[in-house]
């Protein structure tokens, strides 16, 4: 069964500094990948999607990702935070692969910027 | 086009009681999902449905039942509440060619006591 794993449920970034949150993924078939975004008393916003095209994955808000099959991961960057990026984010892979199934998310990383 | 849309956003109901959530979708999204999100378990997903057929449900026990209307509107019920189904429950709606690209609404906070 596929699984994924957010390395640290809490990261802190001065403003400005770049941003990284991980993720990796469980299967070897290559799933669907996504990550959201989710501002406190609000659902979830998606940031940014893999779907089997460009492994490197531009999204909303300066967001980007990198789809790396040999190491099973698709991390999250951002060059230079900005205090509106606190949030937390959430990784989520489709549980079969490709288009199949179901969405399974990440525990999610809450990210706070220091001014 | 106006979001989704989740109500009640807040309820509190007593255990043993039964509890119906309610979801609009985006205009002309079909497929509606529906999740529960807690500190503990995370975001966990519940069922999913397209065209007011269950197309997908997850590990959840049999109290927890959903429905699709031919408007794509969506309702989901828990009967015999626990302490333990308090919850943020969140509902997604996504366009019929990108079924994983999911619009979630603000989410209805349920609180058993």
């Known amino acids: 069964a596929q699984s994924v794993t957010q390395l640290g449920s809490h990261v802190s970034v001065s403003e400005g500094a770049l941003v990284l949150l991980r993720c990796n993924y469980s299967?070897?078939?290559?799933?669907?990948l996504f990550w959201y975004v989710q501002y406190p008393n609000q659902g979830l916003q998606l940031l940014l999607k893999?779907?089997?095209?460009?492994?490197l994955v531009k999204g909303i808000n300066g967001f980007e990702a990198e789809f790396k099959k040999s190491e099973t991961s698709f991390h999250l960057t951002k060059p230079s935070a900005h205090m509106s990026d606190a949030a937390e984010y959430f990784c989520?892979?489709?549980?079969?692969?490709?288009?199949?199934?179901?969405?399974?998310f990440g525990k999610g990383t809450k990210l706070s910027v220091k001014p | 086009k106006a979001g989704v849309t989740q109500t009640p956003r807040y309820l509190i109901k007593t255990r043993g009681q039964q509890v119906t959530l309610s979801c609009s979708p985006i205009?002309?999204?079909?497929?509606v999902s529906w999740y529960q999100q807690t500190p503990g378990q995370g975001l966990q997903f519940l069922f999913e449905?397209?065209?007011?057929?269950?197309?997908n449900k997850g590990n959840f026990p049999g109290r927890f039942s959903g429905r699709q209307f031919s408007n794509s509107r969506s309702e989901m019920n828990v009967s015999t509440l626990e302490l333990g189904d308090s919850a943020l429950y969140l509902c997604?709606?996504?366009?019929?060619?990108?079924?994983?690209?999911?619009?979630f609404g603000p989410g209805t906070r349920l609180t058993v006591t």
């Open positions: 997604a709606s996504s366009p019929r060619d990108r079924r994983f690209e999911q619009y």
């Open positions: 299967s070897s078939v290559p799933p669907y």
């Open positions: 893999y779907t089997s095209a460009a492994t």
């Open positions: 989520a892979v489709t549980d079969s692969g490709g288009s199949q199934g179901n969405l399974i």
């Open positions: 205009s002309g999204h079909r497929s």
């Open positions: 449905y397209f065209s007011e057929t269950q197309r």
